[in-house]
């Protein structure tokens, strides 16, 4: 199994300029997350899915959009970026919870780092 | 709202010295509780997690962490420090309500070891 892949690795933007970074995971997880890591700030959640064509906001939504067509796959966008995103995003994902039992463990990708002019 | 925080963005310790990365959270009700590594260039993996059953917790390589609900603690500890343990960790909160296992990470502890 290759787990939770992430493609680009890195990618330069100029302002304004638009993209998409794939995720993909091959573990049949439910459910999906991008996070973006700043230094000093840890990981904040963008966007994530809780099942195929579902998605919802998380900590930081702002300047970017999700889609989940595909179970195993879930996509980030920025329609026009800008230096405020430069950072590293990491895309994760994890097994459905059972009610109120202990929460799954999330499985990350190797991230891909972002920079934008 | 939920928040964890890591004392120290940096520590340093001997090899065969004993860590020590220092975790407080923030919630009403006792959470879930995680700690992660990540190792340069690479994504996140989990060391531990509590989730009531034990409040001493064991995981990978020898780090174990114990839940204080007293202290609202959650602290990560090696006995003996090894080169290889020279990454990022990251302590992390999730609520038990949270839908989709969402969780909270705290921004980090950079942990060096010297020769």
């Known amino acids: 199994n290759a787990g939770v892949t992430q493609t680009p690795k890195f990618r330069v933007l100029k302002t304004g300029q638009s993209m998409t970074l794939l995720c993909a995971q091959d573990?049949?997880?439910?459910?999906m997350y991008w996070y973006r890591q700043d230094p000093g700030m840890g990981l904040r959640l963008i966007h994530y899915?809780?099942?195929?064509?579902?998605?919802a906001k998380g900590e930081v939504p702002d300047g970017y959009n999700v889609s989940r067509l595909k179970k195993q796959n879930f996509l980030l966008g920025l329609e026009s970026a800008a230096p405020s995103q430069t950072s590293v995003y990491f895309c994760?994902?994890?097994?459905?919870?059972?009610?109120?039992?202990?929460?799954?463990?999330?499985?990350f990708g190797p991230g891909t780092r972002l920079t934008v002019l | 709202a939920q928040s964890v925080t890591q004392l120290g963005s940096h520590v340093s310790v001997s090899e065969g010295a004993l860590v020590l990365l220092r975790c407080n959270y923030s919630?009403?009700?006792?959470?879930?509780l995680f700690w992660y590594v990540q190792y340069p260039n690479q994504g996140l993996q989990l060391l531990l997690k509590?989730?009531?059953?034990?409040?001493l917790v064991k995981g990978i390589n020898d780090f174990e962490a114990e839940f204080k609900k007293s202290e609202t603690s959650f602290h990560l500890t090696k006995p003996s420090a090894h080169m290889s343990d020279a990454a990022e960790y990251f302590c992390?909160?999730?609520?038990?309500?949270?839908?989709?296992?969402?969780?909270?990470f705290g921004s980090g502890t950079r942990l060096s070891i010297r020769p």
């Open positions: 919630s009403s009700v006792p959470p879930y």
């Open positions: 899915s809780v099942g195929e064509g579902t998605t």
């Open positions: 509590y989730t009531s059953a034990a409040t």
């Open positions: 994760a994902s994890s097994r459905l919870s059972s009610g109120t039992g202990p929460h799954n463990e999330q499985f």
């Open positions: 992390a909160v999730s609520d038990r309500d949270s839908s989709a296992s969402k969780i909270i």
């Open positions: 573990m049949n997880h439910e459910y």
